[in-house]
């Protein structure tokens, strides 16, 4: 019993202080930190550099064979070295945000492999064929042509890509290689139950986990939400489709374009 | 096939045997990877007569595959190099060993070295056959993945066959019966099997058992009393210490599949053709499995490529929590030991498995759609 009262964290919950998970770790402060790794994850280091590398790459094709070596070579390897980075991040890189960098590292890739594909079949398309009739440059066509028409999709993937995120920041820190202890996080609260006994005796040290699992489900519905809705900030149109019948959904698109300030459309096939 | 080919194919079975008994005595390996290799020689020889463009393709897709594992291996030893440290700075603390006997350990590591050196070395050894030596478990690399790939495979392939013989029914019925209360059901188990962690739903399997009475065994692969069992004991056994991570691992990827095979069977049922096909008045049943499913099954065949590759990505944590002694476990210790070779031993596994399922994609996708041509 001793270890038990060494440990205060193993008492059970009680009333209002639910939310209080260990020696007086607000449960709900993960939260804020997840969102801002996922913001940090998906604005700084995610999104962009694979988005920009990708479009540039394409774009001059034989002006940068470099980093068309770079990235395809990363396909096959780009999963491999998710635990291995985090280890080398973990001992190495700054302290603070390890596991950002790391998600980064593994999941630029497969956002530029679908970007890829975008531009190439948009840089056939007549608009950016008379942009370059005219005489545009290059990097006037990539910014003012190709990347506002891949902007909708990349918000649907994104919305789509957080939850996944979050995953995988937990799944790193659970085994202690993401996010350590001065900071905190669900993942790493959630580590005190890989011993059996604990989670037989002491089963409220499960109650991160639940909060990971809500948190992914509202992010999941949100993300199908947007990609129904289909988000084109190209057209400023914001457009529903047809077969839509969800009136949720459409309360939804009303204050997403009230929001942003667009029309709404219904999408006639 | 010309009919002296034919002939060469029908002789060269009597081949199987001879390369399988010669094999046998020669290397002396146990009798189930003699068959595998020797199978796989001799069909490689058929397909010259067979199918000349597809051993030329599948050739191609091996010999991209050595610029790929090269790449990683090279990332490994990088990123280890990045990390401060290596496996004896932690008995740099224990003062019972003396600094000259460490120099000589890092010595005989080849960890003095600058890490493209190691590289360059590792690679020489490699192709010699020499995968470098665990130090934390005190074993040759090789024996020590080849003996967990083992288990690893088995937990994999029971969880996918799982997968793929639920999902795939689901999804037609999910597509089929769009918005009915088939669908929802399905949707709604898809969505949570999505969105549940891999490793909170193992946590909550061993509450589960824990909690009630330990009706299941939890952690490890047999019991502890296993050598006085008799075989089918010992496979029962087996089959009740695999349900908690087969379960973890089957309902996560049926999930995502039945949701990939319903979009798709939704997307095709609004093609032209089949529109086609039920106004000439065809039964439903043969538009749906003739004509829509055979077209639907396309994409997951490149999924199933995928998916073989990530075997070992997909399930190290989950076998880390239950215990079961396939390759995660042994991942994650070599991890935080800086076990140089065991990691980068276990990584050249893993890219080796995903090439080689994109390959048995790729042949598949040629097989079953006609559409598609090797070349």
């Known amino acids: ?269 | 096939m010309k009919p002296k080919n034919s002939f060469l194919t029908r002789i060269s079975f009597t081949g199987d045997i001879a390369l399988f008994i010669s094999l046998l005595h020669v290397v002396q390996w146990h009798w189930f990877p003699v068959i595998v290799a020797c199978e796989t020689i001799m069909w490689f020889v058929r397909l010259i007569w067979i199918n000349p463009s597809m051993l030329n393709f599948i050739l191609r897709h091996l010999f991209h595959m050595i610029p790929i594992v090269l790449d990683v291996v090279a990332i490994g030893f990088f990123l280890i190099y990045l990390a401060p440290g290596d496996i004896f700075t932690q008995m740099e603390m224990n003062t019972d060993i003396e600094r000259e006997s460490l120099d000589q350990f890092r010595k005989n590591f080849g960890l003095d070295k600058p890490w493209y050196i190691q590289f360059f070395r590792y690679i020489w050894n490699a192709l010699h056959g020499d995968f470098g030596f665990s130090q934390i478990y005190k074993a040759p690399v090789f024996t020590l993945v080849s003996q967990r790939a083992l288990n690893n495979v088995l937990l994999a392939a029971a969880s996918m066959l799982f997968a793929w013989s639920f999902s795939v029914p689901a999804g037609i019925i999910a597509a089929t019966h769009q918005y009915k209360w088939h669908d929802q059901i399905i949707s709604v188990f898809a969505f949570f099997g999505l969105s549940i962690p891999n490793f909170f739903l193992a946590f909550l399997m061993i509450y589960l058992i824990s909690s009630t009475d330990n009706w299941l065994p939890v952690g490890g692969m047999y019991s502890v009393n296993i050598n006085e069992m008799s075989s089918l004991e010992k496979l029962w056994d087996l089959i009740k210490h695999m349900i908690v991570p087969f379960f973890v691992i089957g309902t996560s990827v049926t999930a995502s599949l039945t949701r990939i095979m319903r979009a798709n069977m939704l997307e095709i049922l609004g093609r032209q053709y089949i529109i086609t096909a039920r106004a000439k008045g065809s039964r439903e049943k043969s538009v749906i499995y003739k004509h829509a499913l055979r077209n639907a099954v396309n994409p997951m065949i490149t999924i199933l490529g995928f998916q073989l590759g990530n075997i070992l990505d997909g399930a190290a944590l989950v076998e880390a929590l239950t215990a079961w002694p396939g390759l995660g476990k042994l991942i994650l210790a070599a991890l935080l030991s800086q076990d140089l070779y065991l990691v980068v031993g276990s990584l050249v596994y893993s890219v080796v498995l995903l090439v080689i399922g994109n390959l048995i994609a790729d042949i598949l996708l040629a097989v079953i759609d006609p559409r598609v041509r090797i070349s």
């Open chain 1, 1 to 269: 019993m001793s270890w038990m009262d060494k440990n205060k964290s193993f008492h059970p919950p009680t009333g209002i202080r639910l939310t209080y998970i260990d020696d007086g770790k607000l449960i709900f402060r993960p939260y804020v930190y997840e969102k801002i790794l996922t913001d940090k994850v998906l604005k700084k280091y995610g999104i962009v550099p694979g988005y920009t590398l990708r479009a540039i790459s394409m774009e001059k094709r034989p002006g940068v064979p470099l980093l068309r070596v770079v990235t395809r070579k990363k396909d096959p390897a780009e999963r491999k070295n998710e635990i291995l980075s985090a280890a080398a991040a973990h001992y190495n890189l700054c302290q603070d945000t390890p596991a950002v960098v790391i998600l980064a590292f593994v999941g630029w890739a497969s956002l530029a492999r679908i970007i890829r594909g975008l531009v190439l079949s948009i840089k056939n398309e007549e608009y950016v064929l008379s942009a370059r009739a005219l005489g545009l440059s290059d990097i006037k066509i990539i910014v003012k042509r190709v990347l506002p028409n891949t902007l909708s999709f990349v918000i649907i993937q994104a919305t789509l890509a957080i939850p996944g995120y979050i995953l995988g920041e937990s799944a790193l820190s659970l085994p202690g290689l993401g996010i350590t202890e001065p900071q905190s996080s669900w993942g790493l609260m959630l580590s005190v139950a890989r011993n059996h006994r604990v989670i037989r005796d002491f089963p409220w040290t499960l109650i991160p986990g639940f909060c990971i699992f809500i948190v992914i489900v509202v992010w999941n519905f949100f993300g199908v939400c947007i990609q129904k809705i289909g988000l084109r900030l190209s057209d400023r149109l914001l457009r529903l489709e047809e077969d839509t019948e969800s009136e949720e959904l459409e309360a939804m698109a009303q204050i997403i374009s009230e929001y942003l300030g667009i029309p709404l459309e219904r999408e006639t096939i």
